[in-house]
C-alpha cells in the first residue's frame, strides 16, 4: 500500500485519473509516465497546476522523496526548509502568511492519508468523483485533492488558473462532482454567473469563516456549499458540514472529523489534535494552538469566529472583524471587503472596512447599513475605498498589507 500509484494502475488503469487543458490521463498512463528520483530526495519546485506538477507529485509519493512546493509566482523563493526535520516521503508546506511571515510545516504520508480517511469518511466516495482543483497545490488545500483523488482511485480535474467563467462552465455541464474552494472564488462565480449545481454533490468553502450572506445565496440556488475548517498543519479539513446538515446547522463548519479531538481553549481559541496533525506543530501541551476563535455548540458542531489577531480592541470593547464584514458585505453594492484595527488616539483601534464596490455608494450610506445591523461601537469609523483586496495564492486576505 506504499505505493498509491501503482495500486490504483493494476485496479482502475482505464479509469482517468487526471484531466486538464489539452490532456487527460489513466492511471495506467499517469503510472508509467512518472519520472524517477532517489529516496529522501529534497525536491524543491514551483507548484503549478498542470501535468508537469502532478508528475512530480506522483514520484516524491512514489519514491520517498521530500517535495517542496513552492510559490510559482516567487522568481527566486526563500524556501528555508533547513533544519525542519523532513523525513522520507514528507511534504514539507508552507502556512499561508495572512498574519505573520510563512512558516514551513513537515507533512508526513500517515499525515495525509489520515486525512483523506477522515474526509471520504464524511463525505462519501463515488467511482466517478471528479474533484475540481483551482487552490494553489502549493498550499494545502490543493495539494490535498492530489492526495484524495490518489488514494480513492478517482478523477483530479485540473484548471491551471482560477477563471469563474471557466469553472461556471464545468459546474453547470456536470463536469465536476466535488469542489474546494475560498469564499473570494464563489463570490466571482456568482458574479460571472453561475446558475446550476450540475453534477456538485459537494462544494467546499474553507479559508475562514464564511460571510452569512454567501451562504444564504448558494442555498437559494441549491449549491451544496459546505463551510469547512482545516490549515496546513491539520494537512487540510478536520471539520467540515455534511451536506444533510447544510440547512439545520446552517453557518457552522460541522463536527470534527474522524480521528480529531477539538476543544476551545484560553480567549476562544480553537485546539486541535489528530493523526493528520503534523507533529512538529503541536505544543507542549499535546495540542495544536491553531491561533483561531470559535465555539462548540451543545450538538457538537464547531462555529468560527475569526482569528485571535482579527480582534479589534476599540475603546475598551472587543470587536469581530468578521461580524462587521459580514454587515458590509450585505449591502448590495458592495462587492468585496475586509475589517481590521486602525491605531487611534482616541479609541486605541479605529474600525475600517476597506470596500470594493460594484456600484456607487452615496456617502454615508454604507455606515447607515451597518449601523442597523451592529452596536454602535462596530461600526466602522471609517470605509476606505479601493479596487480590489491584498489577497495571497489561496484567496485570504492579508490582513497587514491593508493601508490608506
Known amino acids: 500500500m506504499d505505493d498509491w500509484l501503482s495500486l490504483r494502475a493494476r485496479t482502475h488503469p482505464d479509469h482517468p485519473a487526471v484531466v486538464g487543458e489539452g490532456f487527460a490521463l489513466t492511471y495506467a498512463e499517469l503510472d508509467r509516465s512518472v519520472p524517477a528520483l532517489e529516496r529522501g530526495e529534497l525536491v524543491v519546485a514551483p507548484a503549478r497546476r498542470d501535468l508537469e506538477f502532478v508528475r512530480l507529485f506522483h514520484a516524491c509519493v512514489r519514491h520517498g522523496a521530500v517535495l517542496v512546493p513552492t510559490d510559482p509566482r516567487e522568481p527566486r523563493p526563500q524556501v528555508g526548509v533547513e533544519g525542519v526535520g523532513a523525513g522520507e516521503g514528507d511534504t514539507v508546506l508552507f502556512t499561508s502568511g495572512t498574519t505573520a511571515a510563512a512558516k514551513a510545516v513537515v507533512l508526513t504520508r500517515a499525515n495525509h492519508e489520515a ?28 495539494l490535498a485533492i492530489l492526495w484524495r483523488s490518489l488514494i480513492y482511485g478517482t478523477t483530479v480535474i485540473l484548471h491551471e488558473r482560477f477563471d469563474p467563467g471557466a469553472v461556471n ?22 458574479a460571472a454567473g453561475l446558475s446550476t449545481a450540475g453534477r456538485l454533490r459537494a462544494l467546499l468553502l474553507g479559508g475562514g469563516p464564511v460571510p452569512r450572506e454567501l451562504l444564504e445565496w448558494a442555498m437559494k440556488r441549491g449549491l451544496p456549499a459546505l463551510q469547512t475548517y482545516g490549515m496546513t498543519e491539520t494537512a487540510s479539513q478536520i471539520a467540515t458540514l455534511r451536506a444533510e446538515e447544510a440547512v439545520t446547522h446552517h453557518g457552522s463548519a460541522g463536527r470534527p472529523l474522524l480521528g480529531v479531538e477539538l476543544a476551545i481553549g484560553d480567549g ?94 452615496p456617502d454615508g450610506e454604507l455606515a447607515a447599513h ?14 476606505v475605498r479601493v479596487d480590489e483586496l491584498p489577497r495571497n495564492a489561496a484567496g485570504k486576505v492579508v490582513r497587514a498589507r491593508l493601508s490608506g
Open 268 to 361: 476562544g481559541e480553537i485546539l486541535a489534535r489528530g493523526p493528520m496533525v503534523s507533529a512538529g506543530a503541536l505544543a507542549d501541551d499535546g495540542w495544536l494552538h491553531t491561533g483561531d476563535t470559535g465555539h462548540l455548540d451543545e450538538d457538537g458542531f464547531l462555529h468560527l469566529h475569526g482569528r485571535l489577531d482579527d480582534v479589534i480592541v476599540t475603546g475598551g470593547e472587543n470587536v469581530q472583524a468578521l461580524e462587521v464584514e459580514e454587515a458590509v458585505l450585505s449591502h448590495p453594492a458592495v462587492a468585496d471587503a475586509a475589517v481590521a484595527g486602525r491605531p487611534d488616539r482616541e479609541w486605541g483601534e479605529a474600525v475600517t472596512a476597506w470596500v470594493v464596490l460594484a456600484t456607487h455608494v
Open 115 to 142: 486525512s483523506a480517511i477522515a474526509s471520504a469518511w464524511n463525505l462519501g466516495v463515488a467511482p466517478d468523483d471528479r474533484w475540481l482543483c483551482v487552490l494553489p497545490v502549493h498550499h494545502v488545500g490543493g
Open 370 to 383: 451597518c449601523r442597523a445591523r451592529l452596536a454602535s461601537f462596530k461600526v466602522p469609523k471609517a470605509f
Open 169 to 190: 462552465a464545468a459546474v453547470e455541464r456536470g463536469e465536476v462532482t466535488l469542489a474546494s474552494l475560498v469564499p473570494t472564488m464563489l463570490r466571482r462565480m456568482r
